[in-house]
């Protein structure tokens, strides 16, 4: 007893040095901040999961973003609890280099990578030289270097992990291909400048760029992304609640009205064949 109650005010005074927030309950948190990128993951939080969360006596703030290094920042620093815009292998490789505790939680509709119309409309257009627009962050760049792959325009070196894939990783480019590395917002505004453009999913469908529009859609599920808190709020009432209005059968029936051809979460057990539209897939392209 005597050792107890020695240890008391030293638990009390270790109490007191905690900053409120890791004190504070969170099973009271009534309010949410959500980063997105614009565009799509946007939409889907400003036209169901907010009015979902409210429904539940929540507040819902959503903040949106133009990159994808700010949402990660804030969500480590606090200034938003949730995230939404980015695929697993970013997330992981993003956080390792930057050593924060960021953790997936439930998967969203995404929309898949694609090969676009530059100033060449059809894949047979492709010639020695043609330009190449494709993302500049490394996940995303090898993203669009597996697609150009299996296209059959690169071929890259076997012994490498092709998620990690990047232009030194390329063994052999028959056409030529000259690739034009840029941010991903940009990529829609440079059709004009390049024969094609591999243009992340959520970015063509906030620049009104149809998926059927599509010379070649990506076929790798690795890329779906997902909704991400801090590490210490995984198990947190309102991290709950988040993931519930992801799952619920009224964001299901939202999300298949306005995103089809996007590819839905694995948990949702939709038959994969027959939600994506089929690529545009095209005869071997003569130089």
């Not at 539940?56 to 920042?73: A, H, M, R, S």
């Not at 930057?98 to 929309?111: I, W």
Request: aromatic share 10%; glycine share 6%; hydrophobic share 40%.
């Amino acid at each position: 007893m005597r050792r107890t109650l020695l240890k008391l005010p030293l638990l009390a005074l270790a109490l007191a040095a905690l900053p409120l927030s890791v004190m504070a309950a969170d099973a009271n948190k009534k309010k949410i901040v959500i980063g997105t990128t614009v565009g799509d993951f946007a939409d889907m939080v400003t036209e169901s999961i907010k009015p979902y969360l409210e429904q539940q006596g929540y507040q819902v703030k959503l903040v949106e973003f133009t990159d994808y290094v700010i949402p990660n920042i804030a969500l480590a620093e606090g200034s938003l609890d949730v995230n939404c815009f980015q695929h697993k292998p970013y997330l992981d490789s993003f956080s390792k280099d930057r050593k924060l505790e960021l953790t997936p939680v439930t998967q969203v509709p995404t929309g898949p990578m694609g090969l676009y119309s530059g100033k060449q409309s059809a894949l047979d257009q492709v010639k020695r030289g043609s330009t190449v627009a494709i993302p500049n962050d490394p996940t995303n760049q090898a993203r669009a270097l597996l697609m150009l792959a299996d296209l059959g325009w690169i071929e890259l070196k076997t012994e490498i992990n092709p998620l990690k894939a990047s232009e030194f990783d390329i063994a052999d480019n028959p056409k030529g291909i000259k690739l034009v590395a840029l941010e991903a917002a940009q990529l829609p505004r440079s059709r004009q400048d390049v024969d094609f453009a591999v243009i992340n999913g959520n970015y063509a469908a906030s620049s009104g760029i149809e998926f059927t529009e599509g010379l070649f859609l990506e076929r790798s599920y690795d890329f779906i992304n997902w909704v991400v808190v801090r590490g210490e709020d995984q198990e947190q009432p309102f991290v709950q609640d988040v993931i519930a209005a992801y799952n619920s059968d009224a964001f299901k029936e939202y999300a298949r009205e306005h995103f089809a051809g996007y590819k839905y979460p694995e948990s949702w057990e939709l038959q994969a064949s027959n939600e994506q539209p089929e690529s545009k897939e095209q005869p071997e392209p003569k130089e």
